[in-house]
């Protein structure tokens, strides 16, 4: 596949060009109206039906060619996060507290190339949709253009999405079956017991013995309930007592991250958590009140879509240049809803582990130092190309997911 890539080399400079001026211009969730706007009318000039404002501020193109049957999707996402820019770049943020500091500008840079690409040399036949989501980073933009009516209005045989991912060398691709990327749920324990002076303990009820108590016995919920070969995270994050050291405060407040990557230990989660919530305040003889927010599901990758996908991987950049089945991870992604309602698969194309001098491709997401790798740009679009053309191939193999329902 060198010419793919070849071609895809040939017009990375526009697309680079096109990364940086998203970087340059974030947006936070749903307020994605210039990115959603560029996206549309660079669609709409290579010929893709466009609708925007799917689930808000979505983007939907959609391309058909010949008379086949076979629909598929490929997902961007577009969001930026409300971080502070330490990058130092030409290209850096020009608006205060906010960044796109996980590659969401990059991602849809490389879904523009290849539906530029597509819409002039594409050989494929069937139909062929881009969605361009908003709201990835903890928005839940995916669900918003589900309940938009996104598959209703866009049916698809198959969806599929990228991620990119600093610490692998820049280029790389990794695909794995099964649950790829965890659950996350929230959840707020307030503590409530009566204050006083800190010299006079006993005439208090202090909840914040019983905050330290449960922030311990928290732990044990994943050495002692899960299953060890199972994933599971529980973090306290934030523990909110008092202002002053010689007042027992009447409240405690313990924030909490909760991470799995099966659904039934997330369903564990919740319940173990509520129930020492519990247990703990009656033993300090404070009450307690958990609000639970439930949030992305586990991501799982099906498996007839996702081996279609590897054999794409391996056909563009060779076995030496594609993991096939990389570990799980423990962040969550909204992808995780489209992925319950058709079979696809998600994967990570290495953003670079800094032996290439690129600093900022190899610091981590989230980070204010990280930035986009732009090589990306040309191997992430000819993937894009080459899986579309193989998937709507007329020659291609249904998969099984297909063949049974």
Same mark, same amino acid.
């Given at each position: 596949m060198t010419?793919?890539?070849d071609a895809m080399h040939a017009r990375a400079a526009e697309f680079v060009g096109v990364r940086r001026d998203i970087h340059r211009h974030p947006e936070l969730a749903f307020d994605e109206h210039r990115t959603a706007s560029l996206v549309a009318a660079k669609l709409e000039s290579w010929g893709y039906a466009v609708e925007r404002g799917v689930g808000g501020t979505g983007v939907v193109g959609k391309l058909v060619r010949g008379a086949g049957a076979r629909c598929v999707g490929l997902r961007a996402d577009m969001d930026a996060l409300p971080i502070d820019e330490t990058t130092g770049a030409d290209w850096t943020s020009v608006h205060d507290g906010v960044m796109h500091a996980c590659g969401h500008d990059g991602h849809t840079a490389m879904l523009l190339a290849a539906a530029q690409h597509l819409a002039e040399q594409g050989r494929f036949d069937g139909t062929l949709h881009l969605i361009f989501q908003p709201a990835e980073?903890?928005?839940?933009?995916?669900?918003?253009?589900?309940d938009d009516g996104l598959f209703e209005r866009?049916?698809?045989d198959a969806v599929f999405a990228m991620h990119n991912m600093p610490g692998i060398a820049q280029g790389h691709l990794v695909l794995r079956e099964g649950a790829a990327m965890a659950s996350s749920d929230y959840a707020t324990i307030t503590l409530t017991g009566v204050g006083g002076h800190g010299a006079m303990p006993?005439?208090?009820?202090?909840?914040?013995?019983a905050a330290a108590s449960l922030v311990m016995a928290l732990q044990s919920v994943v050495s002692r309930n899960v299953d060890p070969l199972h994933t599971a995270v529980v973090t306290v994050g934030a523990l909110h007592a008092g202002r002053a050291n010689n007042v027992i405060p009447a409240t405690a407040t313990l924030e909490i991250s909760v991470r799995a990557l099966d659904r039934d230990v997330r369903g564990l989660l919740e319940r173990r958590i509520k129930a020492l919530a519990a247990a703990q305040a009656e033993s300090f003889g404070v009450t307690a009140q958990v609000h639970w927010r439930g949030g992305y599901s586990v991501l799982v990758n099906t498996p007839a879509e996702t081996a279609f996908a590897?054999?794409?991987?391996?056909? /563009? #950049?060779?076995?030496?240049?594609?993991t096939l089945q990389g570990p799980p991870l423990t962040g969550s992604e909204d992808f995780a809803y489209m992925l319950e309602r058709v079979?696809?698969?998600? /994967? #990570?194309?290495?953003?670079?582990?800094?032996?290439?001098?690129h600093a900022a491709g190899a610091c981590?997401?989230?980070n204010p130092g990280y930035d986009f790798h732009d090589d990306n740009i040309a191997v992430g679009a000819a993937y894009w190309a080459l899986l579309v053309e193989r998937f709507l191939s007329t020659t291609a193999p249904q998969p099984e997911?297909?063949?049974h329902s």
């Open positions: 010419y793919l890539l980073e903890g928005g839940g933009g995916a669900l918003r253009m589900i866009y049916p698809c006993h005439r208090a009820c202090d909840p914040v013995v590897r054999d794409v991987a391996l056909e /563009l #950049l060779g076995a030496d240049r594609v079979p696809g698969s998600y /994967l #990570l194309i290495g953003n670079g582990d800094g032996s290439d001098g981590m997401v989230h997911s297909e063949i």
